[in-house]
């Protein structure tokens, strides 16, 4: 697992690191949570060697300058990059200003809005009624700590499975998150058009990981994604949230190892 006193790389990129095996460099959601919300993926850090970089809260495109130097302090000409939720602005952002450093792609649970793709009302309420017939789901998304928030049950719908070590992971979430956001997001936003362009010119493998049970992206939004990259495919994981490797360890490394296999 990741520990507070791992860091490597330089002074203003620094990294951590998890696991053995070639590198994967893992773009953190949140976005720019603090990148031990991770864990080890599921158990992918038995294969891969997660290098995670530690974000500043600063505008995303602002932060390709950090994803390029921890890739040059691998001493790596290109990278496999894994990102998750938010984090994948930031993988566009860097595959658009450095497309020829960039090997293989996956995306897991991305965020799709920045990339043009349009809200999935529909789906998405399609969702949350089925989830509310799942047995104890209003009682868990009552506990103490989400009284408090501002939006519980879109708290309690980005996971899947429910348990004492979810809700401790679930309470770190939130915290700040207004004023990361606010950082990530700030203007000029990256350029959905610039986006888009550099998917669709990608030769490489792309694998969009999402969560059947995810509303955010919906399984249509997360198609939509992947249909902008010439080699993209979505693999769909069954009664997985917005975290899949904390409902679907197996199924995840699976699907990750083999977006990344050659």
């Not at 893992?26 to 974000?55: E, K, M």
């Not at 999935?120 to 104890?136: N, T």
Request: aromatic share 6%.
């Amino acid at each position: 697992m990741l520990t507070p006193d791992d860091l490597r790389g330089v002074e203003d990129a620094p990294y951590r690191v998890v696991g053995d095996g070639d590198p994967l460099v893992v773009l953190p959601g949140g976005p720019v949570r603090d990148g031990h919300y991770l864990g080890d993926l599921g158990g992918l850090a038995a294969s891969r060697q997660l290098v995670v970089p530690v974000l500043p809260r600063t505008r995303v495109e602002d932060l390709v300058p950090v994803v390029e130097a921890v890739r040059n302090d691998l001493g790596l000409s290109r990278i496999d990059v894994l990102a998750h939720s938010a984090g994948a602005v930031l993988a566009l952002a860097y595959l658009a200003a450095h497309p020829d450093r960039v090997a293989r792609l996956v995306l897991m649970s991305p965020a799709v809005r920045a990339m043009g793709i349009a809200d999935d009302v529909d789906g998405a309420a399609r969702i949350v009624r089925a989830r509310r017939a799942e047995p104890g789901f209003e009682e868990s998304r009552k506990v103490r700590w989400l009284e408090g928030a501002t939006y519980p049950e879109e708290l309690r719908l980005t996971f899947g499975r429910w348990d004492d070590q979810v809700a401790a992971l679930a309470g770190t979430g939130s915290v700040d998150q207004g004023e990361r956001l606010a950082a990530y997001y700030a203007a000029p936003r990256p350029d959905p058009g610039r986006l888009r362009a550099a998917a669709t010119a990608f030769p490489g493998d792309v694998t969009v990981i999402t969560g059947r049970l995810d509303v955010g992206p919906t399984p249509r939004q997360a198609d939509e994604l992947a249909t902008l990259f010439p080699r993209g495919r979505v693999v769909e994981i069954e009664g997985a949230a917005h975290y899949p490797w904390l409902d679907a360890p197996e199924e995840v490394c699976r699907a990750v190892l083999s977006g990344l296999t050659p």
